[in-house]
């Protein structure tokens, strides 16, 4: 999640509606300047005894991010306490658990995005050895209780911790308890978003189902393979799920700005601290009339903050979101990149993509939603001009075969000559054993971990 630093004071008040389709429409760029953003998360644990570290604790989530220091990163503060640190490889933050996160800088290749993971891994191993932390790449806290976790002092937390029990019966678990790999991808224009916005939001289950990891909840087989996923079915519908309107003729930053105009508010941000303003109305803000900031109009920046709010499984800024992964290993925090670039940013593909999702109804991909967490690949498609669709391990090799087809067409290569399809190898590994890795997990606990989670953390899943 975002981490603002400062008021923005200076930023323009909003005045009329026309103002709210500006962020989206500015982050329009030509194919030349169009980058790739990726956010890991990982779960940090005491190697010692495989606690969940506090914030406060020596050795514990304060001093991890004050020793990045040496490696160049600059301290970010909110109330006096470091809650995330600055640097030329992006910002690396905190989750409410204190679950550890990157959220990479916008780099131009596949090859520089998976360096930059490289490099962020190895200082965080170090400063681990250091202190006696280890990292898991996985979904979810494989044995964690809500109450065995801490709460990491944002303000911003502190407001969504209040609020989520009122909306849902599972917000608390998405807060505290999961991690996901996410990738920020540009667009030209309108037309260019819309077309990428429902190929991405359409095969997102996909990625769901290939980065599947997250199959235990406190110690024991939770019946599902991305329970992740399954989180986020009964968080807030308000602010979640595959948004219908999205495949909806005349769709565009108009229709986006209606759908974060319905979502309530959570807070507002001044002078360096967050007001609650949990379900409150944006229009309400507009009008002056806010319960949280009487008589006050928003800023630009206020909007900004808002659509960070929104958590579908696509979400859009001023830049598109890929959120339906799992959190994994460094390989896979490579492949999940590879696998959007591939299929959005060359024409060719992307209208191969498009050609493949097209005919779905809107029943059968909600249905393909609802049905991944559990089945994996092995969840129905929607129909498709009134025939019944297969599963999605019947498209996975093709939608790979696409992507590929993408990443070559890029030619974007490495010191040695290599293109950036390698990095789908991963992906291709999945599809040939017909394993997501939720299910490798699975096979290993029941057989040469006979039960015992303790394994999951010698195996070191980074």
Excluded at 137 to 150: A, Q, T, V
Aim: glycine share 10%; net charge negative; charged share 25%.
């Amino acid at each position: 999640m975002s981490t603002r630093q400062a008021s923005d004071a200076n930023d323009p008040l909003i005045e009329s509606r026309d103002q709210l389709a500006q962020p989206m429409a500015k982050g329009e760029k030509p194919r030349e300047a169009w980058r790739i953003g990726t956010e890991h998360e990982k779960i940090v644990y005491s190697t010692r005894d495989y606690h969940a570290p506090s914030y406060d604790e020596p050795g514990g989530i304060r001093d991890l991010l004050l020793a990045l220091t040496e490696f160049g990163w600059t301290p970010i503060e909110e109330g006096g306490k470091v809650i995330a640190m600055a640097g030329p490889d992006g910002t690396v933050s905190l989750e409410p658990a204190g679950q550890l996160e990157l959220s990479g800088a916008p780099l131009e290749t596949l090859h520089q995005t998976c360096a930059e993971t490289g490099r962020h891994l190895q200082q965080v191993k170090t400063i681990g050895d250091r202190f006696g932390l280890g990292y898991l790449g996985l979904g979810m806290w494989p044995d964690k209780r809500r109450d065995e976790l801490p709460i990491m002092p944002k303000g911003r937390y502190a407001i969504m911790l209040r609020h989520m029990p009122r909306v849902g019966t599972m917000g608390l678990d998405m807060m505290l308890r999961t991690c996901t790999i996410q990738t920020n991808l540009d667009y030209s224009s309108e037309a260019d978003m819309v077309q990428k916005f429902r190929v991405s939001l359409a095969l997102q289950p996909l990625a769901t189902a290939l980065f599947a990891n997250s199959p235990f909840t406190e110690g024991k087989p939770n019946g599902f393979l991305s329970y992740r996923s399954h989180i986020w079915s009964d968080t807030d519908p308000a602010r979640t799920g595959m948004l219908p309107f999205v495949f909806e003729d005349g769709f565009g930053y108009e229709r986006y700005v209606d759908y974060m105009l319905d979502v309530p508010m959570y807070f507002v941000f001044r002078d360096g601290k967050y007001i609650d303003a949990a379900g409150q109305s944006f229009r309400d803000f507009m009008a002056g009339k806010l319960p949280a900031l009487p008589g006050e109009l928003p800023s630009l920046s206020d909007w900004n903050d808002h659509l960070s709010t929104a958590f579908p499984e696509v979400r859009l800024k001023s830049f598109l979101e890929m959120r339906g992964a799992d959190g994994g290993p460094w390989n896979r925090i490579c492949a999940l990149p590879a696998l959007w670039v591939g299929l959005l940013y060359d024409q060719g593909a992307l209208d191969a993509a498009w050609d493949l999702v097209k005919d779905w109804d809107m029943a059968g991909r909600e249905a393909l939603r609802s049905s991944v967490p559990k089945l994996g690949l092995d969840a129905p498609l929607p129909a498709k001009n009134g025939q019944g669709g297969g599963t999605l391990r019947d498209i996975a090799a093709e939608v790979l075969a696409i992507a590929r087809s993408g990443l070559r067409a890029r030619a974007k290569l490495n010191e040695v000559g290599d293109d950036e399809t390698g990095y789908l190898g991963p992906l291709d590994d999945i599809i040939a054993s017909g394993k997501v890795p939720a299910e490798m997990l699975l096979e290993r606990y029941h057989g040469e971990w006979h039960g015992d989670l303790a394994k999951l953390y010698e195996a070191k899943s980074f």
